[in-house]
């Protein structure tokens, strides 16, 4: 079993849907079975959706949503299929950090959308280079080792 992770820029612009699935079938044709996405922008989304739409031609994939904080609202606490809360501790105001910090350590790819060298995705898609992920950006920044 092999998992994989997601990041992206909150705004994704330029993406194609298509590409994005289609890197996706490439994990899964090179064992990759389960994939940790997070919730907090536009490439979140996308994964999401690309992920579903493939759970039913490859049923044996799991998806996870990856929550950095618990549901406060019924609604959200009544949809929690596919949905995981880590058990981290700490301020909540650093949730999102440690809930990515999280995910590259519990995977062994990296699958990302970076187009320029800030922000919170790139600076965790160059952790996830830095702990040894094998990382593939669809975007077209470089990834350093540093973050």
Request: some cysteine; glycine content about 10%; proline content about 3%.
């Amino acid at each position: 079993m092999q998992t994989c992770t997601f990041f992206g820029h909150r705004e994704c612009y330029g993406l194609e849907e298509g590409v994005l699935c289609s890197a996706i079938v490439d994990l899964i044709a090179q064992g990759v079975t389960d994939f940790l996405v997070g919730e907090q922008g536009m490439f979140d989304r996308m994964v999401y959706g690309c992920l579903k739409r493939l759970r039913r031609v490859y049923p044996r994939i799991q998806v996870s949503v990856v929550l950095a904080n618990l549901p406060t609202q019924k609604r959200e606490e009544e949809d929690m299929q596919d949905k995981i809360y880590p058990e981290i501790e700490g301020h909540p105001r650093f949730a999102i950090d440690r809930r990515n910090r999280w995910m590259v350590e519990n995977a062994d790819c990296c699958l990302c959308y970076i187009t320029h060298t800030w922000g919170g995705a790139y600076k965790y898609a160059c952790i996830a280079k830095r702990s040894g992920l094998k990382v593939i950006n669809l975007g077209s920044a470089a990834l350093g080792g540093e973050a």
